[in-house]
């Protein structure tokens, strides 16, 4: 790209002619209206088990699930030794064990909402075994 070619006065060409982006800006609720129902309809086929051979019942996948909660867990923990305490919670065996049932909660609810998509990787390795 030649810098004698850059307009100041259109700086979004810099961007266009560089990353293919399109000249027509969505500038009517039509336009963003058909754009989100394009991007709808991808989502919802993504979720399609046929189409991602992902089947969500499958005892395998329940297991490969409780593998990822497993290692986001781990990875928690890891995470929580370097903190310092706050005294919040005790260092008796009871607050221990609380705030290990605590951290469980949190990776089980991580795992399920996160999507870090350890246990679909997991999931597809194995079931080509």
């Known amino acids: 790209m030649d810098v004698g ?7 979004a060409s810099l961007y266009r002619d560089n990353y293919n982006i399109s000249s ?7 336009n ?7 991007v709808s ?16 019942t499958d005892k395998l996948y329940q297991l490969c699930l ?7 867990k ?3 923990t890891s995470m929580r ?19 290990d049932m605590l951290y469980d909660e949190y990776a089980k609810d991580f795992t399920k909402t ?3 998509g350890l246990a679909e990787q997991a999931y597809k390795q194995l079931k080509s075994i």
């Open 81 to 99: 030794n370097t903190v310092q305490k706050s005294g919040l919670v005790d260092d008796s065996f009871a607050g221990k064990m609380y705030e």
């Open 24 to 30: 027509s800006p969505v500038s009517s609720s039509e």
């Open 114 to 116: 996160a999507s870090f």
């Open 5 to 11: 070619s850059l307009s100041l006065q259109n700086p």
């Open 32 to 38: 963003f209206a058909e754009v989100l129902k394009r």
């Open 41 to 56: 309809a991808n989502n919802n086929t993504n979720n399609n088990p046929a189409q991602n051979g992902i089947d969500k």
């Open 66 to 72: 409780e593998l990822e909660t497993f290692l986001v």
């Open 74 to 76: 781990n990875l928690l």
